[in-house]
């Protein structure tokens, strides 16, 4: 089976500007979990979309959102960008929600604001 | 705030040796589970180990789990440079949440 994929895999932005990742679950899993890693704060949870409805939400500010489609693809977006949104951004899918089972992680997109 | 809390934060170990690393977290979970990431990668998964369950096994790791203490422990055994890599607990309760991870080096 294909792998969990990203895009892009890096991106350069500036303060102000909205940015839109991408993930594409491998196939037959319905959830996906975006992460946000930074060296100071490590890995801190986004968000979980099963089945098309979010099903958690980590703290982060409204700027953050995300959505999943039919086909269990996801993307998350995050307007007005600050330069302490610069990180790694993660996505995980797995075969159920809520941590049941492993989760199998994409490359990452490394997203810098300038 | 972060679940899991791994120690030590940082391992350096010769080529053969043992490393074991420790997590601990506050509340009560469904599994814990153990994830490697190479410098600035994706994670991979490791094991999983219920909280029924109190040791796994996978090649050269072991895990152990003590809930009423709440803490696991990840032994990998006859490590290797290859096994140079941070390493996560997350544990699952409504949803995965990591720890800051224990970034191991192993000397050839």
């Known amino acids: 089976k294909a792998g969990v994929t990203q895009t892009p895999r890096y991106l350069i932005k500036t303060r102000g500007q909205q940015v839109t990742l991408s993930c594409s679950p491998i196939s037959g899993h319905r959830s996906v979990s975006w992460y946000q890693q930074t060296p100071g704060q490590g890995l801190q949870f986004l968000f979980e979309y099963f089945s098309e409805t979010q099903r958690n939400k980590g703290n982060f500010p409204g700027r953050f959102s995300g959505r999943q489609f039919s086909n269990s693809r996801s993307e998350m977006n995050v307007s007005t960008l600050e330069l302490g949104d610069s990180a790694l951004y993660l996505c995980a899918s797995s075969l159920a929600a809520g941590g049941v089972y492993e989760q199998y992680f994409g490359p990452g997109t490394r997203l810098t604001v300038t | 705030s972060q679940q899991g809390e791994e120690d030590p934060q940082a391992l350096s170990i010769q080529e053969g040796e043992n490393a074991t690393m420790n997590c601990s977290y506050k509340t009560s979970i469904n599994n814990l589970q153990w994830y490697r990431q190479n410098s600035g990668r994706g994670l991979v998964h490791l094991i999983l180990i219920r909280s029924n369950e109190r040791e796994k096994h996978s090649g050269r790791l072991r895990v152990t789990l003590d809930t009423s203490k709440k803490s696991s422990s990840l032994l990998i055994t006859a490590s290797r440079a290859a096994d140079t890599a941070s390493y996560f607990c997350?544990?699952?309760?409504?949803?995965?949440?990591f720890g800051k991870g224990t970034k191991l080096t192993v000397n050839p």
């Open positions: 997350a544990t699952a309760r409504a949803k995965l949440v």
